[in-house]
């Protein structure tokens, strides 16, 4: 007779394909141009960190000891100072901050750290970043994609993301609007999580808020979140540097959690970070140099016959001519171009393409000739 004992079976996460595969035959059709590939199709830097960063990483790198999840009170501090600074952002505390391992694993994770699962609802946009969606699957919440409130019915979601400046449709959130939406929020009990990664790079003379801007929120942090990342803004992709910021209550109960879990931000990251914070001109000149790209990508666009919609702030053009996003894919491959298809981002999506500006200078400048050629 067979005795063996067998363990429960398991239940696989049940999620979505991971989009950049769906594109390999794209890549390499445009990697076979003869003067090379263009990748536009990931927001990832191509610009050198700042000598200022790398100095502080450099000077940090003999440091033995374990960091604390919490992060040094002198990075706390940067944090504090930086988005005050640079976003309005009132006076924070120290229980108002936690530092993270880049934000794509915060949001992935946040919703399962913070007791959300089966049977709540989690709100995402509807063209979003898919790490939203990904973040509900985890846990096994409902998910939900609405722009408006009053799509929501009498659905009260436990938690909401936004995006603000939005990955991929460039979309600022005015004033008013994210007033409403964090008052609803509040007045209902849904802890609101704006991703606003992308709030350092604002094309446009309409103002790009944080959640916690004053103005927005009247200094109460109650039920907020705000997610920021130095990716973007300081070409930090690769050392991993993001932050929550908001409900003392909320950042408290993700501290502990993440604590017992062994989630901390490096010592040396911590300096690194703590330089980039204290260091506008170099943000400033990497706002620059993404400005002059975009400036050269949107002309070229417009006289290839495409329109390019909302794009007023972030990291990408978000661009249509009215047909299927997979058929514009090729058509940029066919030119060495690589961009990314609507269809990553929402069922709303798929008449778009999203077309990054991390280009080197050079890459950039051959784009405006390839449009115009007929493969």
Known sequence: MNYAIHPPQRTPLNLPDFPWDSIADAKKLASEHPDGLINLSVGTPVDDVAPSIQLALAE???????????????????????????????????????????????????????????????????????????????????????????QLGPTTPTLMFINTPSNPTGKVLGRDHLRKVVQ????????????????????????????????ICDGNH???????????????????????????TLISELREVRKHAGFMMPTQIQHATIAALNDDAQEQA?????????????????????????????????????ENCRD???????????????????PKAHNHIRMALTGTDEQIAQVPQRLQTNP
């Open 286 to 322: 990497q706002q620059l140099r993404y400005a002059q790209r975009r400036a050269t990508l949107t002309s070229a666009l417009l006289e290839a016959g495409f329109t390019i919609d909302q794009s007023e702030a972030g990291l990408y053009l978000w661009i249509t001519r009215n």
């Open 60 to 150: 940090a790198a003999a440091i033995p000891g374990y960091p604390q999840t919490i992060g040094t009170p002198e990075l706390r501090n940067a944090i504090a100072d930086a988005m005050h600074r640079r976003y309005n952002i009132g006076s924070l505390t120290d229980d108002e901050i936690l530092p993270v391992i880049g934000t794509k694993e915060a949001i992935a994770n946040l919703p399962h750290l913070l007791g959300i699962g089966a049977g709540h609802t989690i709100v995402i946009p509807e063209i979003a970043y898919p790490t939203y969606e990904v973040a509900a699957r985890i846990t096994g919440a409902n998910v939900v994609r609405a722009d408006s409130l009053l």
């Open 222 to 248: 109650t039920g907020l979140i705000a997610i920021h990342s130095l990716s973007k803004t300081s070409n930090m992709a690769s050392y991993r540097s993001g932050y929550l910021l908001g409900d003392p």
């Open 328 to 346: 514009t894919l090729n058509w940029f491959a066919q030119r060495g171009i690589l961009v990314a298809p609507g269809d990553f981002y929402g």
């Open 184 to 215: 609803w929020c509040q007045q209902r009990g849904v802890i609101l999580c704006s991703d606003e990664c992308y709030l350092g790079l604002n094309w446009s003379e309409e103002k790009a808020h944080s959640i916690l801007d004053d103005e």
